[in-house]
């Protein structure tokens, strides 16, 4: 069995390929370079030097957002296209869930964090040992989110490659109960995705979307407008 | 006889997720379009991240699709071609990576095609090109004069300079109360029309073969605003008549003139606007005056569509041109020939 993991939800790039028990290759490209470019270059060159011909691989893994709603796309399109093209399943996982297991095996609670800009986040909140959700991921403002983490009164450790924008309001609201990932710990892994993805069943590929969490600002102003007028 | 080509098209620039396969460049052996219209109508224009969740929702479908009503397997095509732009970025790189993966999954050749040469080309499916060739592109997104020497050698003579002839009609079609899209609201109109209104005619600086719509439609909204001022009921057709009487005429004028003075042999109209019945009609009139072959494909081939990727990917296959796995979308494409 050959895995191809698949991550582009943000701005890094994760791919990996793993061979039954073995990570063979994993990469992860953290230099803002547009996925649509790179990403079918980065994953011919892994398999390329790994020695594995696309029809080798047996399974494909992606992580299906939330994130930036392009990135998720591409990596989203790649993976469904590939798991048609070569008759192989598709798995999806989520692209916070990714993240969380840069945590496994803290002792407490593993919060996901990714930016959503105007002091939006996505994020989840996922128990350390077992990476199983404690809340759902969401779209959320962050200190309204941080209120409902708090109130669990566990030990929190925060990851994702955009902490940094939002460590001081997280130390502000939670104070010590929260802690911070290491750099290297705060980028997906292509090889998480393929773990998993593993243990989820397969998508329908034709009918897999993003998980995008959150509606299109287009359609948010015109339920509005509806509703102003109702 | 050298063996047949068969080479699966994409297109995905804006609110059409389509693929096609097509027979060497001429015969179109399935042609699938989803067009996604009826989720923008309510916004009254294309919201190209809407347009972007519906082809990832869309584009395996349609590519499976086009290959069942082949009753083709990917391994019996020669090459996959894709529209590389322009287009919405969102919206392009959907069918930019989904070629990718389809053509590194089945090792085929992939060939990045612009959108402008896909709307020429898809006159071929219906009738030979003849050179030298004048080709008017004219639709939602372009209105543009192309002059070709062969195959893969384009020329942009004129272009718009402002509104695309179709975003124009969109929008006088918006003052008018008309559902979007407006063109052909406003089309059967005019048709239907006993008068016209009197709007200017813009014809640039003499000589130039470029276009301008934006004055117009601020003289068709300016009319309307005047008109509501004083109280006077305002006729729909006549306005419409009006507007298209004045874009049927520049643009008739400005290709006849072009065809005249670069001595072509065949001219051929493409993009939506094509189907526009009174351009058509103006059109037709004229070249069969002027003596010269004018042809118009099917509306289904005016309109987006992927055969006419797959046709222009063809010429460009046969050419040696290739793409590699870092192609990416392309919004602001320009047109370059492919025949140097
Ligand atoms: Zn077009």
Known sequence: MIYLGIDTSNSPLAIALIQDQTVLMEETVNLKINHSLTAMPAIEELMAKAGIAPDQLTHIAVAEGPGS???????????????????????????????????????????????????????????????????????????????????????????????????????EEMGDAACFSTIQNRLPRGSNVILLAQQSEAADVHHAVPEYRRITEAEANYNKAKEGSA | ???????????????????????????????????????????????????????????????????????????????????????????????????????????LPLIGVHHIAGHIYANRLEQEMEFPLLALVISGGHTELVYMREHGDFEVIGETRDDAAGEAYDKVARTLNLPYPGGPHIDRLAQSSDAAVKFPRVWLEEGSYDFSFSGLKSSVLNYMHNAAQRGEEVKPEHVAAGFQNSVVEVVTAKTMRAAEEYGVRQVIAAGGVAANKGLRTSLEAGFKKQGVPFYIPSLALCTDNAAMIAAAGTVMFEKGIRSNMAMNGRPGMEMTSWNK
Not at chain 1, 80 to 101: D, F, N, Q, R, Y
Not at chain 2, 75 to 92: C, M
């Open chain 2, 1 to 107: 006889m050298n063996k047949d080509k068969y080479v699966l098209g994409i297109e995905t620039s804006c609110d059409e997720t389509a693929a096609s396969i097509v027979k060497n460049g001429t015969e179109i052996i399935s042609n699938v379009v989803a067009s996604q219209i009826e989720s923008h109508m309510r916004f009254g224009g294309v919201v190209p991240e809407i347009a972007s969740r519906h082809h990832v929702e869309q584009i395996t479908i349609i590519i499976a699709e086009a290959l069942s009503r082949a009753g083709m397997e990917p391994k019996e095509l020669d090459a996959v071609a894709v529209t590389e732009g322009p287009g919405l970025v969102g919206a392009l790189l959907i069918g930019v990576n989904a070629a990718k993966a389809f053509a590194f999954a089945h090792q």
């Open chain 1, 69 to 171: 709603y392009t990135g998720v796309r591409i990596g989203l399109t790649i993976a469904k296209t590939l798991a048609w093209s070569l008759k192989i399943p598709l798995h999806m996982v989520s692209s916070l869930k990714v993240l969380a297991a840069n945590g496994q095996f803290f002792d407490g609670l593993v919060c996901p964090i990714m930016d959503a800009r105007r002091g939006t986040v996505f994020c989840g909140l996922y128990e350390g040992k077992s990476l199983e959700p404690v809340l759902d991921d969401r779209h959320s403002d962050l200190k309204k989110f941080l209120a409902e983490v708090k109130s669990l009164n566990k030990p929190v450790l925060f990851t994702g490659a955009d902490l940094s924008i939002h460590e001081n309001v997280i130390r």
